[in-house]
């Protein structure tokens, strides 16, 4: 979830992270922020400071409160060290000072999730025989276990986000090489046919000339 109050900006942000493969729920005031957090879960949560009825620290301490633990970075243009402090002490993991690039926002998002997934099991079942472990890179099949690479690892990930959707050759890449890789086709084709092998080539389909889906 992303809290922020200014429009233009939400925008931005919004477009940009579902880019990058997020699913971005976007609220503008704590009131509104605070009716989607008890009808929905979320991975991580994007506050600003200074919005509207209650600003982002007493929300998330509100949260805090009512012991939803789920980790929130905050973006502000309050960069006192009492701010700093007063962020830290209400509950959150980090604290991006406005104006930030959007890699900036990127990077601390991957960094923090990843570090969340670390602490939690988190397992999903593909279907009735296969089980999916991504904190450990490990496919359960038949009571048979086949452990991934890091790219089969990160490929199966973003296929399973985007379940039934087309993953584009394009956001594969972006995602799964580094900037200063060189990706590549032949490599890529390669983790897909090692993943069809585990979980059965019906599972994840080609889409001629735009990518990938896990069905």
Known sequence: MYLEDDINLSATIEEFLEDEGYDVVAVYDSNEALEVLYKQNFDLLVLDVQV???????????????????????????????????????????????????KELHLRIEALLKR??????????????IIYNINIQEIQKNNQKYSLNYKENE?????????????????????????????????????????????????????KKQGYMLV
Not at 116 to 129: F, G, L, R, V
Not at 158 to 175: A, G, H, Q, R
């Open 52 to 102: 509207p009825i209650m600003n982002g620290f007493e929300l998330l301490q509100s949260l805090r409160d009512s012991n939803i633990s789920t980790p929130a970075i905050f973006t502000t243009s309050r960069n006192s060290i009492d701010d700093l402090s007063q962020g830290y002490s209400v509950g959150a993991d980090d604290y991006i000072k406005k104006p930030f690039l959007l």
């Open 116 to 129: 969340e997934y670390k602490t939690q099991e988190y397992s999903i079942q593909i279907d009735e025989k």
């Open 155 to 207: 490929l199966l990930k973003l296929l399973v986000k985007n379940k039934n959707s087309c993953v584009l050759f394009e956001t594969i890449f972006e995602t799964i090489w580094s900037y200063d890789e060189i990706h590549s086709v032949q490599s890529l084709r390669t983790y897909i046919k090692t993943l069809r092998k585990i979980i059965g080539k019906d599972k994840i389909i080609s889409i």
